[in-house]
């Protein structure tokens, strides 16, 4: 599975962004994926988590609220909806999947490139 994300860029403090994750070379359908953000000069943070049906979603309690994701099957490519975004949420921002776990995981099967998000105070 290769997965591409997209969707980062520059916003200031309270906008939003949707950032997409698409997969290609095989179906989504059978991984559960997580959105994962590493900062600069920080340790690797998991966002969001959504299980491979869709039916289950994750957040750390730090971030419920203001994130959420989903996913199309169909169209092979996962989301993350971004909402009142902090400076503090300026990161790169990477999708990655897991076919056998769901949820925060040391390891993932595959990951995307990452696709940067800053946000201006």
């Known amino acids: 599975v290769q997965l591409q994300a997209s969707g980062g860029g520059l916003v200031q403090a309270g906008g939003s962004l949707r950032l997409s994750c698409a997969a290609s070379?095989?179906?989504?359908?059978?991984?559960?994926m997580a959105w994962l953000r590493q900062a600069p000069g920080k340790e690797r943070e998991f966002v969001a988590a959504?299980?491979?049906?869709?039916?289950?979603?994750y957040y750390p309690d730090s971030l419920k609220g203001r994130f959420s994701t989903s996913r199309d099957n169909a169209k092979n490519t996962v989301y993350l909806q971004m909402n009142s975004l902090k400076p503090e949420d300026t990161a790169v921002y990477y999708c990655a999947a897991n076919q056998r776990r769901f949820g925060p995981q040391e390891e993932y099967d595959y990951w995307g490139q990452g696709t940067l998000v800053t946000v201006s105070s």
């Open positions: 070379g095989r179906a989504l359908i059978g991984y559960n």
């Open positions: 959504i299980s491979w049906s869709g039916g289950r979603t």
